[in-house]
């Protein structure tokens, strides 16, 4: 597991379910990959290109308030970083000024690079999002990913595993369903730290309705895993599914009857 910590840098996306919120796709040189948002903080993970030996992100939010108003809620600056392809997440946290689930939030993001007369903008990106009815302070999000779409409609759900590699046992964080031909990029906030993580498909539809679990990027290896505060990415498709092995737990809700 080790071995992850300094791959799990990288990160994000929108929110599930019970976690709603919206995400725009970085666009040009750098913009908005995924936005995490829960009552005392908010992780933006922020992608794109530069070409530039300094460079920084910053990320300022605005509450919406009973009178239609955008005020400024919190802002966080990144660490700077050099040239070349970039994921960066940004982390704001407000917990002093915790806000309540269901508020709207606006997410301004800066992508700035240092040049003779101080730090000026090259990318700027903005988008709203839905708080979760949850507390990420010290926890984590986790962000799931597809490159292809669902064979048929079904549900994924992430769960932190305790039990066997191919049985969907474990606590259960999100259950999103997902319809065929849909791809997903979806993030479940509120993970607890320190734990191993795995995404399941269960086929609704079709002949085959096996439980499928969608390994991340670093499988065979290792499961995905929450090894620090913020969120961590999980890229996986539908035609890696590996089917679980049986029985399956009784009590699954989510396992074909």
């Not at 919206?22 to 794109?48: E, Q, R, W």
């Not at 606006?106 to 009815?133: K, L, Y």
């Not at 979806?186 to 995404?199: D, E, K, L, N, Q």
């Amino acid at each position: 597991m080790k071995k992850l910590i300094s791959i799990l840098i990288v990160i994000v996306v929108a929110l599930v379910a019970v976690v709603p919120a919206s995400a725009t796709t970085p666009i040009g040189m750098g913009g908005i990959f995924s936005v995490a948002a829960c009552k005392d903080l908010t992780t933006v993970a922020v992608s794109g290109t530069s070409s530039w030996a300094t460079t920084r992100i910053i990320v300022t939010i605005y509450d919406l308030n009973s009178q239609g108003n955008w005020v400024w809620l919190k802002q966080a600056i990144s660490d700077n970083f050099g040239s070349g392809n970039f994921n960066i997440p940004v982390t704001a946290n407000y917990h002093r000024r915790a806000v309540a689930e269901n508020t709207t939030l606006q997410i301004n993001v800066e992508v700035q690079h240092w040049s003779t007369s101080g730090f000026v903008d090259f990318a700027t990106d903005t988008t709203t999002v839905t708080v979760a009815d949850k507390n990420c302070l010290y926890k984590c999000s986790v962000t799931l990913t597809t490159s292809d779409r669902a064979p048929a409609d079904g549900m994924i759900t992430l769960r932190s595993h305790y039990g066997s590699w191919f049985r969907p046992e474990g606590r259960l964080h999100s259950a999103v369903p997902v319809s065929a031909g849909q791809m997903l990029r979806t993030t479940t906030v509120a993970v607890p730290c320190g734990t191993s993580v795995r995404v399941w498909y269960y086929p609704a539809t079709g002949k085959d309705r096996t439980p499928k679990m969608l390994p991340a990027q670093y499988w065979p290896g290792e499961f995905a895993t929450t090894s620090a505060d913020g969120s961590i990415p999980y890229t996986t498709a539908f035609a890696q599914g590996l089917p679980a092995t049986k029985p399956l737990e009784s009590d699954d809700p989510y396992a074909p009857k």
